[in-house]
C-alpha cells in the first residue's frame, strides 16, 4: 500500500509539474540552495584548468621572448656600429680611397655561469673550440660591450668582464673622439685612466671603443661617464664610469668573430697620394 501509494503521489506531481508547472518554485529554491555546493565541487577541476592554461601561456611567453632575444643578438653587431659608421661616412666621404667595413660574423652563446674565483669578474659561455670560438673574440649583447674571451675549452670558454681589475680596452669619447684606456675597477665599476686633469670630459659622456687594440671592432659602445673627480694635486684624473652592457645581468651573449683585413685594392686602381701628384702636375701644365 505504501508502494502503490508513493508511486501514485509521483506520478500525480510528474503530470502536474509538466502541465502546470506547479513545483517550478520548489526546483529554483533547490537550485539556489545547490549552487554553492556545485562551485565548491567545480573549484578544483576549473583551477587544475586554469592552471594548465597558464602553463601553456606562460611557456609560449618564454619561447617568443627567447626567440626575439636571439633575433636582437643576431643584429647587435650592426646596430651598435650604425651611428659610428654615419660618422665615419661623413669624415671619409671626400676620400677617392673609401672603402666600406666587413661584416663580422658572430655566434650566440649562453652564459652558463660565474667563475669560482670571487675576486675577477668573469664568466663561462656554452661555446667552445668545436663551436669556433678562440681566444681574443669580443663578446657584446644587444646594448654594447660585455668582455673578451681568455681562455677555450672544447665545450666551454671563459670570458673576462669589462668591470674586472685586469681587463683594460682603448675606447674614444664619442662627443670629441679623445682617446683613452678603460680599465676594470671591480664592483660593476670602470675607470677612465691617464687623462689629464683638464681633459675635456664631462658626465654623461658615452664612450666607444676606438678599435686600437686589433681585438674590439671600432665604434661599439662601453660605457658611460658618471663622475670626475679633478684634483689639481694630481697629474691625471679620476674618472668613474658604468659599463652600458648588461655586464653582470644577462644570460646571453654574442661572441664576434675575429676582424678581418680589408682585400687589397686591384693593381690598376690609382692610390690617392698618385692622383694628388696627376693633379698637381696638371695645374702645373695649365700655368
Known amino acids: 500500500m505504501r508502494l502503490v501509494f508513493f508511486v501514485s503521489l509521483s506520478v500525480v506531481l510528474l503530470v502536474a509539474d509538466l502541465r502546470f508547472h506547479t513545483l517550478e518554485w520548489a526546483r529554483l529554491a533547490v537550485a539556489t540552495l545547490a549552487w554553492p555546493l556545485q562551485r565548491i565541487t567545480g573549484m578544483p577541476i576549473d583551477a587544475a584548468g586554469d592552471f594548465g592554461a597558464y602553463l601553456t601561456r606562460q611557456s609560449r611567453l618564454l619561447q617568443e621572448n627567447e626567440e626575439l632575444r636571439r ?44 667563475a669560482r674565483d670571487p675576486f675577477s669578474r668573469r664568466v663561462i659561455i656554452d661555446k667552445g673550440t668545436q663551436h669556433g670560438i678562440s681566444a681574443g673574440q669580443a663578446v657584446v649583447d644587444d646594448v654594447g660591450v660585455i668582455g673578451q674571451v681568455v681562455r677555450v675549452f672544447p665545450l666551454t670558454a671563459e670570458v673576462l668582464l669589462l668591470t674586472d681589475k685586469e681587463q683594460a680596452i682603448p675606447v674614444e669619447v664619442q662627443r670629441n673622439g679623445l682617446r683613452a684606456v678603460l680599465a676594470g675597477a671591480g664592483s660593476g665599476m670602470m675607470e677612465l685612466r691617464f687623462l689629464a686633469a683638464n681633459a675635456e670630459v664631462k658626465a654623461g659622456d658615452i664612450l666607444m671603443t676606438s678599435g686600437l687594440d686589433g681585438v674590439y671592432l ?68 695649365a700655368r
Open 218 to 285: 671600432p665604434g661599439l659602445p662601453v660605457a658611460k661617464v658618471v663622475n670626475i673627480d679633478r684634483d689639481n694635486s694630481y697629474a691625471f684624473a679620476r674618472i668613474t664610469c658604468v659599463p652600458l652592457a648588461g655586464v653582470e645581468r644577462h644570460g646571453l651573449a654574442l661572441v664576434l668573430g675575429a676582424r678581418k683585413a680589408l682585400p687589397p685594392q686591384p693593381d690598376d686602381a690609382p692610390s690617392l697620394s698618385a692622383q694628388a701628384g696627376r693633379g698637381k702636375r696638371i695645374k702645373k701644365k
Open 71 to 114: 633575433r636582437q643578438l643576431d643584429t647587435a653587431n650592426l646596430l651598435l656600429r650604425q651611428q659610428h659608421l654615419e660618422q665615419e661616412n661623413i669624415r671619409l666621404r671626400a676620400l677617392l680611397d673609401m672603402r666600406a667595413r666587413l661584416p663580422v660574423e658572430g655566434r650566440i652563446a649562453e652564459i652558463l655561469y660565474a
